[in-house]
């Protein structure tokens, strides 16, 4: 059979401004029904709406991001439809003016490369919540009402869920660097909804568009698509009638299952918003904006690789976050480690800022001073079994760790006459191991190492101590 | 400029949810062609080289900054619904389509 998915993919975020999108009232969650409205939100007569000029800077950076083409003239449009969640019977949206439009996103599937085409990404207004009762009335409030929304959508370029589940996971790094949006699904913070079909390009067969929703995570979405697309080969294999609809997921039963049929009343009559003046974002302040776009995920993980030899799994994990990745950075410049560096900001660090719930930018602890305290480690003034002793104290205090090893009387012991008499003091202790040693087994070298340590308090720089020791014994 | 047919007035009708008997859909059909006339008499103006053109004033790029209000009580944003509770707006259950 010839016939092969086709996928696209809408996906909205909420974009991480202080106030809403045509009005001044917060944008907050977890507030006390409709107290974060004001008459612009809720359609009052007479109100009038004037947009957030941040939020379009937001969409303007993602969609540059994305490598769009930003309009130099575009309108919101009222969308009109008969829904509670929106009091004034529209969503401002945008229709076929959308404020950047196609752009590209290049990316991967266990090697694979696959390159997806972003259509558009335009701005539009959240709409509010609804509690259904079982009383047959249903509880609505509109603090949500307003939220500047983001919606990009891509052509029906993904072939299978794997991409799809990729995309979303890049998307989500790429709005969370761009500082646009949390993208937290579980928060509802980002929506995805993907359309699937077949399609026999060599025949010019295709099946009818199917549009899904009720997807929570990207595991719900990846499954969704995956189950979309064999439902419709096994509707093609047998004869069954498809019709273009919108499906809903169903989690439990892990099924998509009929929600709705497209049919004529999904015209939602859009035309001009009538209170809005129409957009030319101005040329100095595109650029302006472009500037703005910091060295995105992908191009940093890749450089992660080549410029600092750090394994994938390393360039990964440090640039899912741009603060972590920044800090990284700033450790690897002042040890000259980059391993090393990578090793403790994945390690210690991520764990300690967990368990605080600190981010990078806010804890005490300076990247330099992480860097100085790897320095230290190398150049064996201290042993690296004291420099996670001290971690936790120097993740709390920030002091620097030359400082704190001083205080603290921690400088690793490097003085070979020093050493050697506590070498001494092992031998003697030890005359079983000196004879194990002295008949061949390496390994009881151990005990006396153990030794010198416990007398220095580890402090003893344990590559000299095993030096000195064989010179020792084989006099 | 075409005659608004029946099943026009039907299809508008029906996305406005405004339920009309024949003799109304019949009365407006033949209202709106009335209305429709105006237009004729505007199509015949030249607009060649004219873009559609959706606001009467010419202006562009009003925007504000993005910094929070006041909003108003809640109660105030309840209080000329029909019903409500516990500033909720309150309404007959409707289908979940969204
Ligand atoms: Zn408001």
């Known amino acids: 059979m010839a016939f092969r998915p086709m996928v696209g993919l809408e996906v909205h975020a909420q974009l991480l401004t202080a106030s809403k999108m045509f009005c001044s009232c917060p944008v907050k969650f977890g507030s006390e029904p409709n107290s974060n409205c004001c008459p612009v939100c809720t359609g009052m007569p007479g109100s009038l709406p004037v947009p957030n000029r941040k939020a379009v800077e937001f969409v303007i950076r993602t969609g540059l991001a994305l490598d769009c083409k930003v309009s130099d003239y575009c309108r919101f449009y009222r969308k009109n439809y008969f829904y509670p969640d929106l009091a004034k019977n529209f969503q401002i949206s945008q229709y076929d003016e959308p404020l950047t439009y196609e752009g590209r996103i290049d990316l991967a599937v266990n090697g694979e490369p696959f390159s997806i085409r972003v259509r558009r990404t335009h701005l539009e207004e959240d709409t509010g919540k609804n509690i259904h009762l079982s009383d047959g009335r249903s509880l609505v409030e509109y603090n949500r009402c307003g939220v500047p929304l983001m919606e990009v959508v891509t052509e029906p370029d993904f072939t299978s869920a794997d991409q799809v589940r990729e995309y979303l996971v890049q998307l989500r790094r790429l709005l969370r660097y761009l500082g646009v949006s949390t993208a937290n699904m579980d928060e509802g913070a980002m929506r995805c909804e993907p359309t699937v079909n077949l399609v026999d390009e060599a025949a010019g067969q295709a099946t009818p568009i199917v549009e899904v929703k009720n997807l929570a995570s990207f595991k719900a979405v990846h499954d969704a698509v995956s189950y979309e697309i064999d439902r419709q080969h096994w509707c093609l294999e047998n004869d069954a009638e498809m019709q273009q609809e919108t499906r809903r997921w169903n989690e439990t039963e892990a099924k998509t299952t009929v929600m709705r049929i497209k049919e004529s009343a999904d015209d939602y009559m859009y035309f001009p918003e009538p209170d809005l003046v129409p957009l030319t974002p101005e040329r100095e302040w595109v650029e302006e904006i472009a500037e703005s776009v910091p060295e995105l995920p992908l191009a940093r993980e890749r450089r992660f690789v080549e410029e600092y030899g750090l394994p994938q799994y390393d360039a990964e994990v440090l640039t899912e976050d741009k603060q972590v990745a920044d800090y990284f950075e700033a450790v690897a410049a002042t040890c000259g480690d980059a391993k090393s560096a990578s090793n403790w900001v994945m390690g210690d660090f991520t764990h300690l800022l967990h368990e605080s719930g600190q981010t990078p930018d806010t804890c005490k602890l300076q990247p330099e001073n992480l860097g100085k305290l790897i320095k230290l480690i190398n150049e064996t003034t201290i042993s690296s079994k004291i420099a996670k002793d001290i971690f936790p104290t120097l993740f709390e205090q920030g002091t620097t760790p030359r400082q704190l090893i001083e205080e603290q009387g921690l400088a690793q012991i490097s003085d070979e006459d020093e050493l050697g008499a506590i070498v001494d003091a092992a031998i003697e202790a030890n005359p079983k191991a000196v004879a194990d040693y002295q008949s061949g087994k390496e390994k009881a070298l151990g005990a006396m190492v153990g030794y010198v340590m416990k007398e220095t308090r580890g402090q003893a720089n344990p590559g000299l101590v095993n030096q000195i020791l064989r010179e020792k014994l084989s006099e | ?98």
Do not use: C, W
């Open chain 2, 1 to 98: 400029m075409p005659e608004v047919t029946l099943d026009e007035v039907r299809h508008v009708a029906e996305l406005a949810r405004m339920a009309l008997s024949d003799e109304e859909l019949e009365r407006v059909r033949r209202e709106l062609n009335r209305i429709m006339d105006y237009f004729a008499e505007l199509q015949q103006l030249d607009t060649e080289g004219i873009g559609d053109t959706s606001h009467a004033i010419p202006m562009t790029d009003v925007y504000r900054q993005d910094e929070i209000g006041d909003s108003l009580p809640a109660a105030k944003i309840v209080q000329n619904a029909p019903d409500s509770i516990e500033n909720f707006f309150r309404v007959p259950t409707f289908m979940e389509e969204e």
